[in-house]
């Protein structure tokens, strides 16, 4: 494990062999980090507001046809092509933690950063949030409530991140293995989430990176992402 003061290298894993796309990791993600909600007229319009996308595919022959899902977070990429176009520096990298951070007071909402992700992963905030009571009561004090013209994404729920190294430190010991569980890794039924620290080579994330069914999206493209996947139907033994 890794020291109380030393660097994070956190890392997502996500098994595809386990997902069944029931998107209750989008529903905890939307709870948990006060995204708001828009409707469905404004989501044919392509202003959805999920920081977390689960695309679909079909593998097969017809009739015999399958649904396949991969959830697709924000990739927090070590050469994120988000970064160097911001005018203000709402989003830098975190050598720190390893995470691509955004800043939101001070986006300005030129939506250059959303245009360069190839992951295409950053909302647009066009509206401000609507919370009539009681749903006003749901609000997590730990995270803010964007107001409208801002670019919105996946930070791994960087407020537990804090909240574990705080406490931690307070207790003089490293962060535990599985100590950190965004809201997406909580509510998966299947647990087919991962999170951890990579630095620490007993980690769970640390073992599962170094898989052969391991896989980065895009990887040609040169992002260097911090979400591995795991492939569907290969096994990790030898020789199988």
């Given at each position: 494990m890794?020291?109380p003061t030393?660097n ?7 098994d595809l062999?386990?997902?069944?796309g ?5 529903v905890?993600c939307?709870?948990e980090n006060?995204v708001?909600?828009?409707?469905e007229?404004?989501?044919a319009?392509?202003?959805f507001?999920?920081?977390?996308l ?6 097969g ?8 899902f991969s959830p697709?977070?924000c ?15 709402a ?8 995470l691509n ?24 905030n066009?509206?401000?949030?609507q ?6 009561q ?8 964007r107001?409208r013209?801002v670019?919105?994404k996946?930070t791994?729920c ?11 430190r ?14 997406c ?13 990579r630095?620490d080579p ?6 599962m990176a ?5 896989f980065r ?10 979400v ?13």
């Amino acid at each position: 494990m890794s020291s109380p003061t030393e660097n994070h290298h956190w890392t997502m894993i996500i098994d595809l062999d386990r997902c069944t796309g029931c998107q209750a990791c989008v529903v905890a993600c939307h709870v948990e980090n006060n995204v708001t909600y828009v409707g469905e007229e404004e989501v044919a319009m392509g202003r959805f507001m999920h920081w977390l996308l689960i695309q679909r595919y079909w593998g097969g022959e017809y009739p015999n046809m399958q649904a396949r899902f991969s959830p697709i977070p924000c990739q927090q990429c070590k050469e994120a092509p988000c970064e160097p176009v911001c005018p203000v520096y709402a989003t830098y990298h975190s050598e720190q933690e390893m995470l691509n951070i955004q800043v939101y007071n001070r986006c300005i909402g030129v939506r250059f950063c959303a245009n360069n992700c190839p992951y295409k992963v950053r909302v647009f905030n066009w509206f401000n949030p609507q919370n009539p009571e009681p749903l006003d009561q749901m609000l997590n004090p730990d995270v803010t409530v964007r107001s409208r013209g801002v670019i919105e994404k996946c930070t791994f729920c960087i407020h537990r991140i804090r909240r574990a190294e705080e406490d931690a430190r307070y207790e003089g010991r490293p962060v535990r293995d599985g100590e950190v569980q965004p809201a997406c890794v909580q509510a998966c039924p299947p647990e087919a989430f991962v999170f951890g620290d990579r630095n620490d080579p007993e980690s769970r994330v640390a073992k599962m990176a170094e898989s052969r069914r391991g896989f980065r999206l895009l990887d040609d493209v040169g992002t260097v992402p911090e979400v591995v996947y795991l492939k569907r139907g290969v096994t990790d033994v030898e020789g199988i």
